[in-house]
C-alpha cells in the first residue's frame, strides 16, 4: 500500500503562485511513477504533469512554461509550482503514485479567482 498526503491548495488571484507538496509512504520502493491530475467540476480527471516511467517528466500543454514538478527523493515528496495561475486552473489537484495500480491522494482544492 502506498499513502499519499497533498498540501499547499489555497484562494489565490489571477496571475499568482502556489506550491504543492504530495508526501508517500507505505511501500513505496518500486514505485514507477509519480506526479499530479487536476479535476474541475463536471469535468474528467486530467494529467497536469508527471515524472514518467524512464524518469523524465511530462506536461500537459495547458500547463507547460507555468507549471513545474519536482520530487526530493530524500523525503518520498513531489511538488508542484504553479506560476501565472488562470481561473481555468481551478480544480481539485490530486497526486497520483504508479506502483502495480494507481494509488491517489485526496486532493487539494486550487482556485483562482479575483
Known amino acids: 500500500q502506498v499513502q499519499l498526503v497533498e498540501s499547499g491548495g489555497g484562494l489565490v488571484q489571477p496571475g499568482g503562485s502556489l506550491r504543492l507538496s504530495c508526501a508517500a509512504s507505505g511501500t513505496i520502493f518500486s514505485i514507477n511513477a509519480m506526479g499530479w491530475y487536476r479535476q474541475a467540476p463536471g469535468n474528467q480527471r486530467e494529467l497536469v504533469a508527471t515524472?514518467?516511467?524512464?524518469?523524465?517528466?511530462m506536461y500537459a500543454d495547458s500547463v507547460k512554461g507555468r507549471f513545474t514538478i519536482s520530487r526530493d527523493n530524500a523525503k518520498n515528496s513531489v511538488y508542484l509550482q504553479l506560476n501565472s495561475l488562470k481561473p481555468e486552473d481551478t480544480a481539485v489537484y490530486y497526486c497520483y503514485a504508479l506502483r502495480g495500480h494507481m494509488y491517489w491522494g485526496q486532493g487539494t482544492q486550487v482556485t483562482v479567482s479575483s
Open positions: 515524472f514518467t516511467t524512464m524518469g523524465s517528466t
